[in-house]
């Protein structure tokens, strides 16, 4: 037996909780473990995860948006769970432990007791896949036949070809985000029936990637910036010009906005002025019912990127403006 087909063996063999929640698609039993490991190769081919420790003391939000895009595909809305639900119970398999935090014991009692990120984070640092594991993970031929394997071991169809829909998904949404943020620096002629051409997942994934990492989670207009240990973030990935009318995925025609500067920007009752400053419409400055919180943002200059080339473009701003009739 190769190395690989070591792997592939362990991985068709993932032992997952039984249950009456669970229907034929998923085999009448638990999906998280092979939808935490799909979500995992996904980090491995971006180059996001270089090593076989995976910390879950930092940043979560891409492993949760993986794991979440996957999640949705095979398992009922009103459902929800943790990264940390299988991310725990993986230290089961042979291939997978978690590290403890010093002092802490990894014992079967501790490991049913996580189903939040916080718990587990008091309890372990991270997780170390077998250094074996992690290279046949490297390779392209590697991931896809264990891919394949968590596919076809724990899903039947339709479920099965809805995950590989997202595999792929996940991977141009990935070239994709990297794409718009490479045109910054070295404009190239493009296709302009490129973007078009994608699917409206890619591409939303994608400019979504693109738009938040540049403004590391935060609110460009209020500043907020909240990531819950879970890996949700308060922001959205907004356009300037809509894409319906720009067909511009451009990230200097995009903003990281929370959800209420996010809707107030799209309503035009806020935007940015040519020195950087947010502005107001009239009738928040003149109407008595809205609330002040957005009124302390006027003249104050917004939070842009930390990269100049990267900031929103006048050109865009200056449309938002004209549409909303927006005026210092
Ligand atoms: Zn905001």
Redesign the pocket.
């Known amino acids: 037996m190769t190395v690989l087909e070591h792997y592939l063996h362990l991985f068709a063999r993932l032992r997952r909780a039984p249950g009456p929640t669970w229907g034929p698609s998923t085999k009448r039993r638990a999906p998280h473990k092979p939808l935490l490991l799909l979500s995992i190769l996904d980090l491995v081919a971006r180059g996001t995860l270089t090593s076989g420790f995976i910390d879950i003391t930092g940043d979560l939000s891409e492993l949760n948006e993986l794991f979440t895009g996957y999640w949705r595909r095979v398992v009922p809305l009103e459902q929800k769970s943790s990264i940390a639900f299988p991310f725990s119970r993986l230290h089961n398999e042979s291939f997978w432990k978690l590290m403890p935090v010093p002092g802490r014991e990894i014992t079967p009692a501790t490991l049913n007791s996580i189903s939040t990120v916080l718990q587990l984070r008091g309890v372990a640092m991270g997780a170390r896949m077998d250094e074996e594991l992690f290279l046949q993970m490297q390779s392209v031929d590697g991931r896809s036949a264990l891919r394949h394997v968590l596919l076809q071991s724990f899903f039947t169809e339709p479920a099965l070809a809805a995950l590989a829909e997202e595999v792929a998904i996940h991977d141009r949404a990935f070239e994709y985000g990297l794409g718009l943020l490479e045109q910054v620096r070295e404009p190239v002629v493009r296709d302009p029936g490129e973007s078009e051409s994608l699917p409206e997942a890619v591409r939303n994934q994608g400019f979504r990637r693109a738009v938040v990492s540049t403004y590391d989670h935060r609110?460009a207009?209020?500043g907020?910036r909240i990531l819950t240990s879970e890996g949700y973030t308060a922001v959205d990935a907004a356009h300037i010009i809509p894409w319906k009318i720009s067909h511009n995925d451009d990230v200097r025609n995009g903003m990281a906005?929370?959800k209420?500067?996010h809707w107030s920007f799209d309503k035009g009752m806020l935007g940015v002025a040519g020195d950087y400053t947010v502005l107001a419409s009239r009738q928040i400055r003149s109407d008595p019912n809205v609330p002040g919180l957005l009124l302390t943002l006027v003249g104050r200059a917004i939070l842009p990127p930390a990269d100049r080339s990267l900031w929103p473009a006048q050109e865009s701003l200056g449309w938002h403006r004209w549409q909303f009739r927006l005026s210092d």
Do not use: H, N, S
Request: aromatic share 0%.
């Open positions: 609110c207009l209020c907020v906005l929370c209420l500067c």
